[in-house]
């Protein structure tokens, strides 16, 4: 039996010859990978391949899939923690933040490195229409956490700090954290990315988020802590 490496798609796991195979192997063998190569192209739709049964109907969709999805998921549902969901994040919030991105506004060190490229490449029209397709994808649950945490956390976000004179996050963000309009969905983010963005504010490095500059000062590294613990975990509740 040849090797065969296999090439991740979101839905399925499709078995494909590697070139080296292609090349290496006797002829009749090569010309099997070849057929089931051809085969799978038409039938089994890999949707990784370029050209062959992707479904283009979306034009969103075959942005995301050319452009972010090895960073931010096919459906906006990253794997990994380094990238923040976009999952029914707000279309408005979205646009306006990969304008942001375009105009080498909000310049923190992570968000320069990974997204001030890719933004570049997409007219006002494609920023438009992957805005609306990641806007409309199911979030993934996230993980619950700490529960003396996540409770400390919930105060917080319900009520803000009114010896400090932080208002209730709940009063932008909703009391469900779904955000709306150009304020941001925080339900279900990755706490390590919500994390990094309570830091981020108390620079200049995001200068849009002018409401969230004059809130982060009052917060302390443990406040900060508990509210990105509770709001990973809220759309489990
Ligand atoms: C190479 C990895 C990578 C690719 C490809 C990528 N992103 Fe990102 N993206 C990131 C990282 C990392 C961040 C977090 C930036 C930060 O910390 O400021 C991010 C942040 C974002 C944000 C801000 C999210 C928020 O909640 O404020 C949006 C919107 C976004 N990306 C959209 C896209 C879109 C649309 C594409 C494809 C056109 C894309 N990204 C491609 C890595 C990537
Ligand atoms: C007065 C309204 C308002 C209040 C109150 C508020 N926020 Fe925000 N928040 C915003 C807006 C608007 C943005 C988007 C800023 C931008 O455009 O960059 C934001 C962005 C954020 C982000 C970045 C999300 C992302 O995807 O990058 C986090 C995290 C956040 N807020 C957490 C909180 C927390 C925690 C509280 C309570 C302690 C809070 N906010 C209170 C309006 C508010």
């Not at 075959?62 to 794997?79: K, Q, V």
């Not at 990974?114 to 920023?127: D, F, H, N, S």
Request: net charge neutral; proline share 8%; charged share 20%.
């Amino acid at each position: 039996m040849p090797p065969v490496s296999r090439v991740e798609t979101s839905s399925a796991s499709v078995p494909v010859a590697s070139p080296r195979v292609l090349r290496a192997g006797p002829s009749h063998v090569r010309s099997a990978l070849l057929a089931a190569l051809l085969v799978c192209a038409a039938g089994c739709a890999p949707q990784d391949a370029p050209h062959f049964g992707w479904d283009t109907s979306v034009p969103g969709k075959t942005i995301a899939r050319r452009m972010c999805s090895d960073c931010h998921g096919l459906d906006g549902n990253p794997t990994s923690p380094q990238f923040p969901r976009l999952a029914g994040q707000q279309k408005v919030y979205l646009v306006k933040q990969l304008t942001e991105f375009q105009t080498e506004h909000r310049w923190d060190p992570t968000g320069t490195a990974y997204m001030w490229g890719v933004a570049r490449e997409l007219t006002p029209k494609q920023v438009d229409e992957i805005a609306a397709y990641f806007s409309a994808q199911t979030p993934a649950r996230g993980a619950a956490g700490d529960a003396t945490l996540e409770s400390e956390g919930k105060a917080l976000y319900m009520n803000g700090i009114p010896k400090k004179e932080v208002p209730p996050c709940a009063g932008c963000h909703g009391n469900e954290g779904l955000g709306a309009g150009d304020v941001p969905r925080l339900a279900d983010q990755w706490s390590h990315y919500l994390l990094e963005q309570l830091g981020v504010f108390s620079t200049e490095e995001r200068p849009a988020a002018v409401a969230m500059h004059a809130i982060v000062v009052h917060l302390t590294p443990r406040d900060k802590l508990a509210l990105a613990t509770y709001l990973q975990s809220m759309g489990k509740k």
